[in-house]
């Protein structure tokens, strides 16, 4: 399996302008999570996906965030408009929850610079 | 209740040394205790879990230990060496809400000196 893949892998974009991150969780995976990275706030967790359904999005920053899952090999995380301050690195992970394991596979993460 | 608190936020060994990183919880739901490691440029990747029915659990150089009455639980890392020199994060999930949520402690930058 070639694991969580994320897409793009850098991102250098100007205040204002929208930003849409991509991922592909692990085939059969029944879980999928976003997290934002930065030196001040460390690793948050912004919205959590089981079965393609949303189940907490309270981690979202605010109303300029916003994150789907049409189906289970595949969701977006998009900023609009986007400022200075959404720049961090965001990971998306995936994991199954079945038989209480919980282990979460993280991608390599996107690299996001609001210039 | 949700938080899960690491100490110390950063940690400088010499080589071969222990290193000890630290966390505490408050939710006596929580039923899985993981430890990822995370190297710069990288995403985070599980290192060694614990379930709170075992007070340790050793894997290699990597042991956690596991207080329930204290709610704390810890990694050591005996022999350090350079290539540990990464950040580790503890997290706690709790079994019931099965969506695998984890909670995650702010994180340990450790540095292993040669």
């Known amino acids: 399996d070639a694991g969580v893949i994320q897409s793009p892998r850098h991102e250098v974009t100007e205040m204002g302008q929208e930003v849409t991150l991509r991922c592909k969780p692990i085939s059969g995976h029944n879980s999928l999570f976003w997290y934002r990275q930065t030196m001040m706030r460390g690793l948050e967790l912004l919205i959590y996906?089981?079965?393609?359904?949303?189940?907490?999005d309270s981690g979202m920053p605010e109303d300029r965030f916003s994150a789907k899952m049409p189906n289970a090999s595949f969701s977006t995380l998009k900023i609009q408009p986007s400022e200075p301050r959404d720049s961090a690195v965001y990971f998306c992970?995936?994991?199954?929850?079945?038989?209480?394991?919980?282990?979460?596979?993280f991608g390599p993460g996107t690299r996001l610079t609001v210039t | 209740q949700q938080q899960v608190k690491q100490s110390p936020q950063s940690l400088i060994v010499q080589k071969g040394g222990i290193s000890i990183i630290n966390c505490a919880y408050e939710n006596t739901a929580f039923d899985y205790f993981p430890w990822y490691q995370q190297f710069p440029g990288k995403g985070p990747a599980l290192l060694i879990a614990?379930?709170?029915?075992?007070s340790e659990k050793k894997e290699g150089r990597f042991t956690i230990s596991f207080n329930k009455s204290a709610k704390q639980f810890s990694l050591h890392i005996m022999d350090s060496q350079p290539g540990d020199s990464a950040t580790y994060f503890c997290a706690a999930s709790k079994g019931s809400s099965n969506t695998g949520k984890l909670i995650f402690g702010q994180g340990t930058t450790l540095q292993v000196k040669p």
């Open positions: 992970a995936s994991s199954l929850t079945s038989g209480g394991t919980y282990e979460q596979y």
């Open positions: 996906f089981n079965n393609n359904v949303p189940i907490d």
């Open positions: 614990i379930r709170p029915d075992v």
